[in-house]
């Protein structure tokens, strides 16, 4: 009978319910959540282009509480002047790769030798570095889509929301499915006698098996799903994708598809998927299908820089990238930034962060002729909707989580100065204040958010 009662009792914990909870001091009884206030010299609504004068947001715990000219700072509250600065969301990168860096040396660039030779525990920590960088730069979402060794992406997620580490809002995949080899071309022993495809890619080639993979990215905490729509000849069928998306659906998940030919576009868009990534062969008629459809783009605009791209690329990705624009599709900004070489400095020789790296590709979107209003609705109010948080995180309005940033300047009229980010709070935490991290206060000795978020 004890046993009956102690197994019912951990039941119930695994099931969520607190066990003795008459015993704990009701929740009246905590401490109140503390109140902040800023002050924003000039407040952006990137969803309409216009920016409101000396704005108060009243913030309480992680939530925004209240916003407006005309509000009384109540009693007690922690005030942050912010009133020489431009204050908007956080940004958005939606397609990025946190646990994943190959090099010129020694890999010569091919990120499946870096898999070879970094560990999964290796990509994480990289990841968790990466993260701070990112959100140091102002990004307080990001889409992580694959490539990330054995789940080192949700794992991320986890610390994050758990209140381990600091960083952004992560929407991981977890692997990249794929058909037989994913984007591999390995040799068939290496194939067949060391599975080598795996766990960077899932294969997954039968309904069965679709099923199978996405379920199995789901328990191990994907966000959303992400696919090889085309990486190999054999891709996946209109009727396979739409599986993708009803199973991925039941998890609460909406499906990326990589795309890199235009048959392959085509289907993806016939079969009614959440986002195309890349999908730099794309035709201006399959843009207003996108644009018509609501398909979000993250085409992964590579700039020319020093340590990067060539001039004729940059210009046929702007081409690209300006049609899509043109035709209405909802793009987003979007990087792939998972990369490092020696020439990434700075003039003062420096070393560009990830976040630095991450930003540069406002390059493209400057080249494309993309006016900065149209760089920013990307950056924020179309990236939380390809990432599904746009009920709870984006524009700074009373209810959503209080992630926000500030910049001097105007990025309505130069986009560049999200170059320089000097404040970020994120879930109504400072993570930055006056251009320097306060990383000390957001480190913790365990899961203070609970154990079982993820
Ligand atoms: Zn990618």
Request: glycine letters at 10%; a neutral charge; charged letters at 20%.
């Amino acid at each position: 009978m004890a046993k009956h009662i102690v197994l019912a009792s951990a039941l119930l914990i695994v099931a969520g319910v607190s066990v003795g909870a008459q015993a704990q001091a009701p929740a009246s009884a905590e401490a109140p959540p503390q109140i902040t206030v800023i002050r924003a010299g000039r407040l952006i609504n990137p969803e309409t282009g216009s920016a409101a004068a000396n704005q108060i947001i009243v913030i309480e715990g992680e939530r925004i509480r209240e916003v407006g000219s005309n509000i009384a700072v109540p009693p007690g509250a922690k005030v942050i002047d912010l009133s020489k600065l431009t204050v908007l969301p956080g940004l958005v990168d939606a397609h990025t790769h946190q646990a994943i860096t190959y090099k010129e040396f020694p890999e010569n660039n091919i990120y499946y030798y870096t898999y070879i030779a970094d560990s999964t525990p290796l990509r994480a920590i990289q990841a968790a570095s990466n993260a701070m960088q990112l959100l140091a730069s102002g990004f307080t979402v990001i889409r992580d889509v694959g490539n990330n060794g054995m789940y080192a992406d949700t794992a991320l997620r986890a610390a994050i929301e758990q209140g381990w580490i600091p960083g952004p809002t992560v929407i991981p995949s977890g692997l990249i499915i794929g058909g037989t080899g994913g984007q591999f071309f390995p040799t068939p022993e290496m194939y067949k006698l060391h599975n080598i495809v795996y766990p960077e890619y899932l294969d997954a080639n039968t309904p069965d098996e679709i099923v199978r993979a996405v379920r199995e990215n789901l328990l191990f905490g994907a966000k959303t799903i992400k696919i090889c729509v085309d990486c190999k000849p054999w891709g996946y069928s209109v009727e396979e994708m739409k599986l993708f998306i009803s199973e991925a659906a039941k998890g609460g998940a909406k499906v990326d598809g990589h795309v890199q030919t235009r048959e392959g576009g085509q289907r993806a868009i016939d079969a009614g998927i959440h986002v195309i990534s890349h999908g730099q062969m794309l035709s201006p008629e399959q843009h207003t299908q996108m644009a018509q459809k609501g398909i979000y783009l993250a085409s992964t605009d590579t700039p020319f820089t020093p340590y990067r791209g060539s001039e004729q690329a940059q210009k046929r990705t702007a081409d690209q990238l300006r049609d899509a624009w043109q035709k209405g599709v909802p793009i987003t900004f979007s990087t792939d930034m998972d990369y490092w070489n020696e020439r990434m400095k700075k003039a003062n020789g420096e070393w560009m962060s990830r976040g630095d790296l991450t930003i540069n590709f406002l390059i493209t979107w400057k080249a494309a002729g993309v006016p900065p209003k149209d760089i920013l609705k990307a950056l924020t109010i179309n990236g939380y909707k390809a990432a599904d948080v746009y009920e709870e995180r984006g524009p700074i309005t009373a209810g959503r989580y209080a992630d926000l940033i500030a910049v001097a300047g105007n990025p309505l009229e130069d986009i560049d100065a999200l170059r320089s980010v000097q404040f970020v709070m994120k879930n109504g935490s400072v993570f930055k204040k006056d251009g320097v991290m306060t990383i000390d206060k957001l480190l913790n000795p365990g899961p203070i958010n609970g154990w079982r978020r993820r």
